[in-house]
């Protein structure tokens, strides 16, 4: 399978350069040169199947013969290691928890997969690929724990000083090994600048090779996909339901982006509801066909606050930058801070289920769109994109109750944390990465 820009001026390129790579030259996304498709025949074959089998099938399309099937399948396993649980709220509603994987978020799913295939490329070039990441939390302890102990590589990350949660900062200093954390006095702004010049120093990339495991590295995006094939095919098989309909929390738009790929590789899924907070540039395009991306607005959803989502171009590259055909597949559908929380408050009057306030705006969105008369028989699947323990305050400013931790994270706040602390200049970030092991 062949790789190409979505600005359509960069060459065309394998996978393994298009993962190394991360962004193409012309300043496009990367996207296969055609969505493979499996035949009624072999979706019905795969009816049935485990999560890690399903994920074998597509991710064997999309990565042709460039690993060997039994390198690609130990691989799979080794990247989903956790279950991925589908919970009945009530007769035709769904949750799909997608929180059972080391850091409690969906992020592993894609960052898992990453890593993985990129020791396997950089084994094959005999080289070591350094991972630099600016985080503001989420992406970077996904990255962290995803390229933990991966042989090929290691990660460098930069996280504000006092700007993290306790939570997150265990999750980003306490990977070890290959992971280095460091703990720049500024804010994310000044981590972001700071990993953008290192991608321009030419002293620096002489001696290391740099990649960044951002979202819109085509291989976080692929495997995303793998649970919307699972969950399509579970609700067949368990419920006799076809084509649900997704509701999707979304920031950066890569989970739905993944989405529609399932959709187009056959897998039957249904309509998808793209469930924002107030940073709705892309709930507007769908409805009104202009693209005025705002300025961030910080919610309580606070994963999606992305005023303009880079993962946009992909989907919008997928519908012909057609708004209208976008809105055959996807409704668009923004959610208040306020619905949030009294969302999160009837959901476990109503189920004894508690939501974090991501997959509180999905639920909310759901039902919303099923309240204007839209589909309200049809089967509709909520994604879950984190444990309720990552947003206890979110929570329990909503609920009067005490939420369980889950034994990992226990485990994990008793972690010892290893960091180290840098100024925001960009001198102190070159320093650290000339002294790294060549
Ligand atoms: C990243 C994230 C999202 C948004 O996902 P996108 O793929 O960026 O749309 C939603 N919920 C949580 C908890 C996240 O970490």
């Not at 025949?41 to 990565?63: C, M």
């Not at 897998?267 to 892309?282: E, K, L, T, W």
Request: hydrophobic letters at 40%; charged letters at 20%.
């Amino acid at each position: 399978m062949i790789y190409f820009s979505t600005n359509k001026t960069s060459i065309p390129v394998s996978l393994k350069k298009a993962t190394l790579e991360g962004l193409a030259p012309d300043g496009g996304l990367y996207v296969p040169s055609e969505i493979p498709h499996f035949s009624p025949e072999e979706i019905a074959l795969l009816e049935g199947a485990s999560f890690n089998n399903i994920a074998f099938a597509i991710a064997k399309k999309f990565i042709g013969t460039d690993i060997p099937p039994d390198q690609l399948s130990d691989m799979i396993d080794n990247c989903y290691n956790f279950d991925t649980p589908i919970v009945q709220l009530n007769s035709n509603t769904f949750v799909e928890e997608l929180f059972c994987g080391p850091t409690l978020a969906f992020k592993d799913y894609g960052a898992r997969f990453l890593a993985r295939l990129t020791g396997i490329f950089a084994a094959e070039e005999d080289k070591l690929i350094t991972v630099l990441v600016a985080t503001s939390g989420d992406t970077g302890s996904a990255v962290a724990y995803g390229f933990q102990g991966i042989a090929n590589t290691r990660v460098v990350l930069l996280y504000p000083s006092g700007k993290v949660s306790h939570l997150q900062e265990q999750q980003l200093t306490t990977a070890g090994g290959n992971v280095h954390a460091l703990e720049v006095k500024g804010d994310f702004d000044d981590c972001q600048r700071m990993v953008k010049e290192a991608f321009v120093d030419p002293f620096l990339n002489k001696s290391l090779t740099l990649t960044s495991a951002n979202s819109i590295n085509i291989s976080r995006l692929i495997p995303q996909s793998f649970y919307y094939g699972w969950a399509s095919l579970q609700l067949k098989e368990r419920y006799g339901y076809n084509n649900p309909l997704f509701s999707v929390p979304s920031g950066n738009y890569g989970n739905l982006t993944a989405g529609v790929l399932a959709k187009r590789m056959g897998f039957p899924v249904g309509r998808f509801i793209a469930a924002s907070n107030a940073n709705d540039s892309v709930t507007r395009y769908i409805d009104e066909g202009r693209y005025d991306p705002h300025p961030t607005i910080t919610t309580l959803s606070t994963a999606m606050d992305v005023g303009n989502p880079s993962n946009f171009a992909r989907l919008r590259y997928f519908y012909h930058n057609d708004h209208a055909s976008m809105g055959r597949d996807i409704t668009g559908i923004a959610i208040s801070d306020e619905e949030t929380k009294a969302t999160i408050r009837s959901a476990y009057d109503r189920f004894g289920y508690v939501m974090e306030p991501h997959t509180a705006v999905a639920f909310r969105a759901l039902e919303r769109y099923r309240n204007s008369g839209n589909d309200a028989e049809k089967s509709g699947i909520v994604l879950s994109t984190a444990h309720p323990a990552k947003f206890l305050d979110a929570i329990e400013s909503a609920l009067d109750i005490e939420i369980g931790i889950p034994s990992n994270l226990h485990e994990l706040m008793e972690k010892k944390k290893s960091a180290t602390l840098i100024g925001s200049g960009y001198k102190e970030l070159a320093s650290f990465l000339n002294g790294l092991d060549q």
